[in-house]
C-alpha cells in the first residue's frame, strides 16, 4: 500500500537518481531501504556514494539493502566502505549482507566470514526470547558461507 508521499512524489522505483538521493535521506526506514534498492545498478556516480552514505544509517534494513546493492555492484572501490561498516556493525541481518558484500568486492572470503561471526555477544531478541543470529535471521553460516562462495 502506497503512502502519502509516494503518492505526491512517487514510490522510490519510479524515482530518478535525486529523486532517490532525497528518499534515500529524509523518508521513513522502509522507504529508505526501498529507495536503497532502487539505486543498486544505477551508472550515475551519485547512486555509489548514496550507497556508501546509506552505510551509516541507522536504521538495519536500509544498511542492509545498501550493503547488498554494494556487492550487486561488485567494483574493489566500494570494500574499504564495506570493512569499515562490517567491523562497526553490531546487527545480524547487516553484519552478513556486510560480509557477503565485502568478499564480492574483492575482500577475502575466508576473513569476511570469520568478521561475519565474530563477535560472541551477537543474539537477537524475538518476540520469543534471545535467540542464535542464524535461527532468528534464516541466513545463518551455511547460507553465507554459500553466498561467498558464489
Not at 111 to 114: I, K
Not at 137 to 140: E, V
Given at each position: 500500500?502506497k ?13 530518478d537518481?535525486?529523486g532517490?538521493?532525497?528518499?534515500l ?5 522502509p522507504?529508505?531501504?526501498r529507495a536503497?534498492?532502487?539505486?543498486v ?9 548514496a550507497l ?12 542492509k539493502?545498501a ?14 566502505a564495506l570493512l569499515d561498516?562490517?567491523?562497526r ?11 557477503a ?9 575466508e576473513?569476511?566470514?570469520?568478521l561475519?561471526?565474530a ?12 535467540r542464535?543470529?542464524?535461527?532468528a535471521?534464516?541466513?545463518?553460516p ?8 558464489r
Open positions: 500500500m503512502t502519502l508521499r509516494e503518492l505526491i512524489l512517487g514510490s522510490p522505483e519510479t524515482l537518481g535525486p532517490l538521493g532525497r528518499a535521506r529524509r523518508g521513513d526506514a522507504l529508505r531501504a536503497a534498492r532502487a539505486l545498478g544505477r551508472p550515475e556516480a551519485e547512486a555509489a556514494a556508501v552514505e546509506a552505510l551509516r544509517d541507522p536504521a538495519p534494513g536500509v544498511r539493502a550493503a547488498m546493492g554494494l556487492g550487486q555492484d561488485g567494483r574493489a572501490r566500494h570494500a574499504p561498516a562490517l567491523r556493525e553490531r546487527m545480524v541481518t547487516p553484519r552478513l549482507a556486510l560480509a558484500a565485502w568478499a564480492r568486492c574483492g575482500g577475502d572470503a576473513t569476511a566470514l570469520s561475519a561471526l563477535p560472541a555477544q551477537l543474539s537477537v531478541r524475538t518476540a520469543r526470547g534471545a542464535e543470529p542464524e535461527s535471521a534464516g541466513f545463518g551455511d547460507n553465507l558461507t554459500r553466498e561467498l562462495l
